[in-house]
């Protein structure tokens, strides 16, 4: 059965502490994966897509990265303004398969 | 930039009360899907359309019915409504062309509670 798993449920940092957000996956066929950002109350709001491991996306202080088994969220220096859920999802050729999030939460 | 709206945006229902949420977009996709979340479960894909007047089943379908007549336009209906359909549900839509990798644009949501 294909699975999507982020982890950990919940992270609290500290304005500017850096840390990384994980989602593995144990699927077949992956023809991508994607990342998702989303606020209370909203819906997810695209962030990167990436196609093959090594890959990398940035934006900000947000920096994608890709293996054959699982993805990464870095984020760099985080403000409050980052706070957020991160949803990842698995492309593969017949769905779309989401985790279930990590809630981010930056203290002032 | 309106992208991706829909409607309401808060509602409650009894259980056996029927209704539909409407999403309507404006940036001509092709696909539009209809998705419920639920607290610690990701996103599960409920029905999708692949373009005006086509609908199929996905993950959740069980319960529910849509329609696409018009294709800015995806309708999901709720015949009668059980509590366990008590859920947030997206609508988002993504374009046919480069591919089934390019990203879904969603909607800000539908909160439905069924008593």
């Known amino acids: 059965e294909d699975q999507v798993t982020q982890s950990p449920e919940a992270l609290r940092l500290q304005e500017g502490e850096s840390s990384s957000l994980n989602c593995s996956y144990t699927v077949s066929g992956l023809r991508g994966l994607f990342w998702y950002r989303q606020d209370p109350g909203k819906g997810p709001e695209f962030l990167f897509t990436l196609y093959s491991a090594g890959e990398e996306k940035e934006k900000e202080r947000l920096k994608a990265t890709l293996t054959k088994k699982e993805s990464f969220l870095h984020i760099t220096a985080p403000k409050p303004e980052d706070s957020a859920t991160y949803l990842c999802a698995v492309l593969l050729p017949q769905k779309l398969v989401f985790g279930q999030g990590t809630r981010l939460t930056i203290n002032p | 930039n309106a992208g991706v709206t829909q409607t309401p945006k808060f509602r409650v229902l009894k259980t056996g009360q029927s209704m539909t949420l409407l999403c309507a977009q404006d940036m001509n996709h092709e696909y539009m899907y209809w998705y419920r979340q639920d607290p610690g479960m990701g996103l599960r894909l409920i029905h999708y359309?692949?373009?005006?007047?086509?609908?199929a089943k996905g993950e959740v379908p069980d319960g529910y019915n849509v329609s696409r007549l018009k294709k800015q336009n995806f309708l999901l209906g709720l015949e009668s409504a059980a509590p366990s359909q008590t859920s947030v549900y997206f609508c988002?839509?993504?374009?046919?062309?480069?591919?089934?990798?390019?990203?879904?644009?969603f909607g800000d949501g539908t909160r439905l509670s069924i008593l």
């Open positions: 988002a839509s993504r374009l046919l062309g480069g591919g089934s990798n390019q990203p879904q644009h």
């Open positions: 359309s692949v373009g005006e007047g086509t609908t």
